[in-house]
């Protein structure tokens, strides 16, 4: 693609609006810090959000987290090259696991509440085996992710101001870091909330141009009829049409999607840290919606840009892409541009640079948290304050956004691997973890040997068939053939099932029995603390009447008279978790029931109701099918914007009104 945008417009897109944020950002944490009563410099409120944030910007940061720059661009490609059922599901895969993040938070805030990360509920229970083998599986999935952001984005502000590519990628996630090391998480969700909305607006005016207004394409019917005489039909679709589900790419994609999907979600320390930071009351609920909300974002995308690429593609005048271009997600640019001109190629401009910067201020807090807390405070200082460990979680990142712009530039130059690839990839990387990770909250039999075994043990067997697979079916190993079809469905379908085989089977065979009243109330940052020893779960402790919290300020207060320091400098005013918090298992394990009933629904009518039918007969979809299909995307759209939007203002409508007035002095 020729550049439409001169280079000084995406530079100005990149350290300008990351200026921006920055700025008004560390604004907001500062108006928050000194006008409520969180406080970002305490840890917990730097890596949890005080486990306090409410249902409508909790929904809010679900999807924007979600929300990549792979979201955007890879459910286009996937409607460009396989047709309208490629995004759809695409869109799934994302919906199935955000949703059954619903049922798993509802555990992890009943037996393990005080939990920040994964790997930590991995050491309570299986010891240093099990924390490192979920540490490494967590640092495997979030440095693919990162690499898997930066690169979508950095593809699309080269492709379309001409700046290097490598500059994009080392700018773009600095600027992230300015702001997320300022706020920590409740920064990333303010943050969130704000390129939503831009980014949900942009996708309205993106489906009224494709269907409604534009004059080179505009309306169903064009849509249809241009689709109709497509030069290249696609192979394993019914009649080579790109409006059927009758497509033998499509279910094979499925199921790469679906699983690569679980992988992300429960390997990614990003989506357990919003469960995390959820108000207990609204967690799982938050979880449900979220999903359906972003269902909608991937599925527009194919349906209007990705359709329209391949639809206008036999004019003249359309941009010509090469294969290593559509696996860098640039169709739906192309037909923005085309569209749109100019103003199509600021919009989306912004709407990936939106993309990218929330979605990997999410990685970077998640990052930033396993090292501090597993890393650090784990094995290099056990003795660590609070103090010290948010001291190094805003430390880390910066490190880890200097680790993830090399990585993707090692994959971009050196390898030349693409967003589409690592999208292929991600679940032979990944799978094996789920089930050792999920089981690990939910399933008090899951040994050590089960949780280790299934989560590294599975992710070398899928990558042993990963490459035999490619090696026996193509001929070669190259990295063109790692990311064909069948050979990562091979790879993605041995990680999910011999992750599940070997932990289930192990923990059958020697059952743990563990007792969840171990992890409740439970965190490291009590453990060895200044030479005292978590006690807040022992008899003696509850007996005499006294909270962690209690005991510490007890503590301090006597240092504080014997060496005449001040006690705000100590660490019961860095420590800011109720380590005596009172867990309502009723409504937890009342959530728990609901919402494996309520995702048992949505799964069965989503992957099973709607696509099978239509995939298991040669049906193309008419004018009239098209038509309503598209009515019901945009309407999906509006219902999103409202919730994940509007919601969040709503909700917060008392504290932006209580600040507002002590900023300007009538409190």
Known sequence: MEPSLPAAAGYAVIIGGGAFFAIVMNYVTYLQNKYSKYDARKVDEFVSGSRSISFGLMLSGILSNWTWSLTILESAVKSYTIGISGSYWYAIGGLLQVSVFSIISSKIKKNANLVTTFPEMAYFRFGRAGHLSFLFCGFTCNSIVSACIL????????????????????????????YVSGGGLRATFISDAT??????????????????????????????????????????????SYLTFNSSQ?????????????????????????AVAADPRYTSRAYFFASICWFVIPLSMGLTLGLAAQALSGNPDFPTLSEFEIGEGLPAVAAVVYLLGKTGSAMMLVTIFFSVTSSFAGELIATSTLISYDVFKRYIKPTATPKEVVRVAKISVFVWALFSAVLASIFYGAAKINMGWLFNFLG????????????????????????????IGGMVL???????????????????????????FAGNITALFSGAIISIVASLIKPANFNFDETRNRTSLVENLGGTVEVANSPEFKEAGFSKGELDVEVEEEKSSQEGTDTESKQDSDLDINLNATIDH??????????????????FIMTLVIPVPLGNVNYVFSKGFLKAWVVIDIIWLFFSFGYVVLLPIFEARHTIWDIGKKVVGRA
């Open 151 to 178: 690169l979508g984005g950095s593809s699309v502000f080269s492709a379309i101001t001409g700046i290097s590519q490598y500059a994009a990628l080392f700018l773009i996630p600095f600027g992230v870091a300015i």
């Open 195 to 240: 390129h939503t909305t831009i980014i949900l607006i942009f996708l309205i005016v993106f489906a009224f141009e494709v269907y409604v207004s534009n004059e080179k394409l505009g309306s169903v019917d064009k849509m249809w009829e241009l689709l109709q005489t497509v030069p290249a039909p696609v192979a394993g679709n019914y009649q080579g």
């Open 250 to 274: 499509g279910g094979i994609f499925a199921i790469i999607s679906i699983i690569t999907g679980f992988g992300l979600v429960v390997n990614d320390q990003a989506y357990l840290s919003r």
């Open 428 to 455: 032979c990387a990944t799978a094996s973890a789920v089930f050792p990770i999920f089981l690990s909250f939910t399933w008090k039999d899951l040994n050590k040997v089960g949780a280790v075994g299934g989560s």
């Open 462 to 488: 899928a990558i042993i068939v990963w490459l035999v697979t490619c090696k026996a079916y193509l001929g070669e190993l190259s990295v063109d053939n790692l990311s064909n079809t069948w050979v990562s």
């Open 586 to 603: 009723k409504h937890l394990d009342h959530q728990f029931k609901k919402y494996i009933i309520l995702v048992a629904i949505l799964a």
